[in-house]
């Protein structure tokens, strides 16, 4: 029971801020928890896949609206990969849409952190897409907790281009090159969850109610409960 709690309020501590309440009356000290990368990794994985919206690719139409045409997606793999010099913490995501809404795993291997987005592409095969209502995305996420809330947000993503305008002539067909991935540098808010009151669920049906603050570190995050 107790190490399914700790499992339990370790994925709390990716999606959780504390809450007012628990500055209200002096606190008790609280409990700290320390989930390895490895560990986050797995119970990360059992929260996917999250419904997302991505900002229009590279070269959409300017009126498209303020973000381009966005795109609703799959947030299908997510992989810790560190602390950043700001203390804030560092993602790798695989976000799909379309007819490749499934696939086998990109982020899996034990280098998805330290090789470049590029190559991850090429590895798992999805250095291009033909299909204009289809795609993959590789994206590089911050995580930062301010009371009380985390967010994900995206720094840059390896996405497929616009699709080209129409050529005069006869049609040409789909080839693999028709759109390739372009890197694509902003920041935009991915995925925000304001979380006080988490309830973990026990072995007796019961919930317990916490109140809990993440901090990043470069091999996992320590959650104060």
Known sequence: MFSRLVMV????????????RAF????????RLRAS???LDEVVANLLPIDVVLP?????????????????AVLTELRYCGATDKGTGRFRAVVRW????????VLGGTDACR???GDLAKQAGVAERPASDSGVALA???????????????????????PSPPRPGPPRP????????????LRRDLLTLPTAGVRIPTDSGASITVHVAPSFGSDGIEVAV
């Open 37 to 39: 990368a490895a560990l």
């Open 115 to 117: 090789q470049s987005l």
């Open 140 to 162: 590089e996420l911050d995580a930062s907790w301010r009371p009380w809330e985390l967010k994900l947000s995206l720094m840059r993503a390896l996405m497929p281009s616009a």
């Open 174 to 185: 789909l080839g693999a090159g028709e759109r390739p991935l372009a890197m694509v540098e």
């Open 24 to 31: 209200a009356a002096p606190p008790a000290e609280p409990v």
């Open 56 to 72: 229009g690719p590279p070269g959409s139409p300017p009126d498209a609206g303020s973000d381009g045409a966005s795109q609703a």
């Open 9 to 20: 309020a370790s994925a709390a501590a990716c999606i959780a801020a504390a809450g007012p």
């Open 98 to 105: 379309g007819t490749l809404g499934s696939g086998p795993a």
